[in-house]
């Protein structure tokens, strides 16, 4: 389905919302099964987020043998992964997490009918705090900060929906994962991940931040892949789904 087109179709409408029907989406008992969303005419990036992204989930999560109970979708924008993970685990509780005003009134909208899903309007930091943006890093201000928007953390997450860990996490989250990562002793939400899926921005990475994450995580047994504009960190037993195919070489004549 060309979603562009459909977009580019959609500009010339005077509503705020429109309602797009999607066929081919991943789904637990059909394998694939149809679904619908709302975008907003004239955002372009309403179309190139849910063409890519359930492209992605389609082409990789669903072929995995494994069933997430807790999900994580950090930088969950207007909720087409959120949707896609949504139909694929109906059993699993996911928590997703999303700062912009009008980004997170579209993904309550969308995920209204899910009652596993929950929703936070808030930004993802290593604490709960007020963030603000002094260009291009994401840094914690007073509360009473103007523009300033609120911030849970992993532990506030957890707490909150009664839960151990999270199984699955999405994190794209426009540079705020370094700081989920900077401080050692605030790392006991990994305990329980078994797959993390990272949009890594390493424009707005401290010197350090990025050979950090990786000793971290390869720490704790983690092996990375990548998967399109993601890194894909992966538990032992499920690394091996993940790695893409490797082509063996030709054989040379005798």
Not at 2 to 31: H, M, W
Not at 94 to 101: A, N, S, Y
Not at 165 to 184: A, H, N, P, T, V
Request: net charge negative.
């Amino acid at each position: 389905m060309d979603f562009l087109a459909i977009g580019k179709s959609l500009n010339e409408t005077a509503q705020p919302f429109v309602r797009v029907y999607i066929d081919g989406v991943p789904c637990e008992i059909q394998g694939c099964c149809s679904a619908s969303i709302l975008i907003r005419p004239g955002h372009d990036s309403d179309t190139t987020v849910l063409s890519f992204v359930l492209s992605w989930y389609s082409g990789l999560l669903a072929k995995l043998p494994w069933q997430p109970q807790t999900i994580l979708d950090a930088g969950g924008n207007m909720g087409v992964a959120t949707l896609a993970l949504a139909h694929m685990y109906p059993m699993a509780q996911i928590v997703v997490v999303e700062p912009e005003p009008g980004n997170c009134c579209l993904l309550e909208m969308n995920t209204v009918t899910f009652p596993n899903v929950h929703v936070e309007c808030s930004g993802l930091w290593d604490k709960d705090a007020s963030l603000g943006m002094v260009p291009p890093y994401t840094v914690e201000v007073a509360e009473v900060t103007p523009g300033s928007l609120r911030a849970i953390s992993m532990q506030s997450l957890l707490s909150k929906y009664n839960l151990t860990s999270f199984d699955y996490i999405k994190l794209d989250i426009e540079g705020s994962e370094w700081q989920l990562f900077r401080q050692d002793f605030n790392l006991g939400w990994l305990t329980g991940v078994k797959l993390m899926s990272l949009e890594a921005h390493p424009y707005k990475a401290l010197p350090g931040d990025e050979d950090h994450l990786v000793t971290v995580l390869k720490s704790r047994g983690y092996d990375m892949s990548r998967h399109s504009e993601y890194e894909v960190w992966a538990s032992q037993d499920l690394h091996p789904f993940l790695r893409p195919k490797q082509t063996p070489p030709a054989l040379l004549p005798i």
